[in-house]
């Protein structure tokens, strides 16, 4: 099945660097990925909506030049937290949509990436 | 506003033992349902997806109930094992194009022995 790989799956960094996280899709071509947050107890909330060759579209409240994201090809997308700080400390998911017929989809998510900012 | 609601928020049964949780959504309009179980510190993996006209999928021990009229959802789990202790999510796609997925905060059950 369709598979999303993501990396790293924890991390931590000090205040003020920026962190990469990866998410491939391994064995389909993931024209649209989405990038969440969750916090603990907490439901997944969506930050950006990411199609391949275009900008990126985020959702209200999430600022754009903190939380870079690039989606250059059809199997990676990259979303880089810049300027990290402690609050930025959470758990990041990204998911991708897959097609299963002309008119139906579902959603594979990756592994997660835990950020620990300190 | 386009919610979905989960409960209980936590539970704990022994091992064997069955278990229902419980999913209301005020989406409209309403696509596809879907129950997601996430590992802790993993990504959310898919367990069923119901469209407005199926009123129950199952996957080995899980059973989905989907009743689009009163817009409540039941996901149960039969025989329960210890490896099914994770959160369990459901998600509502809220437009016809299924694109945007509304998340409920997802019932963590724990199955000990």
């Known amino acids: 099945g369709a598979v999303v790989s993501q990396h790293p799956s924890w991390v931590i960094c000090k205040s003020g660097t920026s962190v990469k996280i990866e998410c491939r899709s391994l064995?389909?071509?993931?024209?649209?990925m989405f990038w969440y947050r969750q916090f603990p107890k907490q439901s997944l909330m969506l930050m950006a909506t990411?199609?391949?060759?275009?900008?990126?579209?985020?959702e209200q409240g999430v600022e754009k030049d903190k939380f870079l994201i690039n989606h250059a090809s059809l199997t990676l997308s990259t979303l880089t937290v810049t300027s990290a700080h402690p609050e930025d400390s959470s758990f990041y998911i990204c998911?991708?949509?897959?097609?299963?017929?002309?008119?139906?989809?579902?959603?594979?998510f990756g592994s997660g990436t835990r950020l620990t900012v300190v | 506003k386009n919610q979905v609601e989960q409960s209980p928020q936590s539970l704990i049964i022994l091992e064997g033992k069955n278990c229902t949780l419980q999913?209301?959504?005020?989406?409209?309009?309403?696509?596809?349902l879907r129950w997601y179980k996430q590992d802790t510190g993993r990504g959310p993996v898919s367990l069923t997806i119901m469209t407005f006209s199926e009123n129950t999928k199952s996957n080995g021990r899980y059973t989905a109930t989907l009743d689009a009229d009163t817009k409540q959802s039941s996901l149960h789990i039969t025989a329960s094992q210890l490896s099914d202790s994770a959160s369990y999510i459901c998600v509502v796609s809220a437009s016809q194009a299924g694109t945007a997925l509304i998340f409920g905060k997802g019932t963590t059950l724990s199955v000990s022995s």
């Open positions: 064995d389909f071509q993931a024209t649209t």
């Open positions: 999913c209301n959504y005020t989406v409209s309009p309403f696509s596809n």
């Open positions: 990411s199609n391949e060759g275009s900008k990126a579209t985020y």
């Open positions: 998911s991708a949509r897959v097609w299963t017929g002309p008119s139906n989809y579902g959603y594979t």
